[in-house]
């Protein structure tokens, strides 16, 4: 089974940048579609971003303009690429691969912006 391993997280400034990495260990071609969620402290899962197989992309309306999801197929790797952090983006990010049957899960990777 194709397992998923995020990385990239951590510490950061209000206005700071990190980009989060998503490293599958098997190729993920056949996917339907990649996300990214993240999971704060006492609050539910949200969708931040995702991106189909066809291309196109999808944005939590918080994130819209500051997050860019994007796919390297060389390695199998899913990006989240974070501009313009905010405190309120603290939280765990996980990435999910979609499939028609089942939906893979990695173990996410905490963000942490301070004010």
């Known amino acids: 089974q194709v397992q998923l391993v995020e990385s990239g997280g951590g510490w950061v400034q209000t206005g700071g940048s990190l980009r989060l990495s998503c490293a599958a260990s098997e190729s993920i071609r056949s996917a339907n579609a990649v996300h990214w969620y993240r999971q704060a402290p006492g609050k539910q899962r949200e969708l931040v971003a995702s991106?189909?197989?066809?291309?196109?992309?999808d944005y939590a309306h918080s994130v819209s303009g500051r997050f860019w999801i994007s796919r390297a197929s060389t390695p199998n790797t899913i990006y989240l690429q974070m501009y313009n952090l905010r405190p309120e983006d603290t939280a765990v990010y996980l990435c999910s691969v979609e499939y028609t049957s089942r939906d893979l899960w990695g173990q996410g990777t905490q963000v942490t912006v301070s004010s």
């Open positions: 991106l189909t197989s066809g291309g196109r992309t």
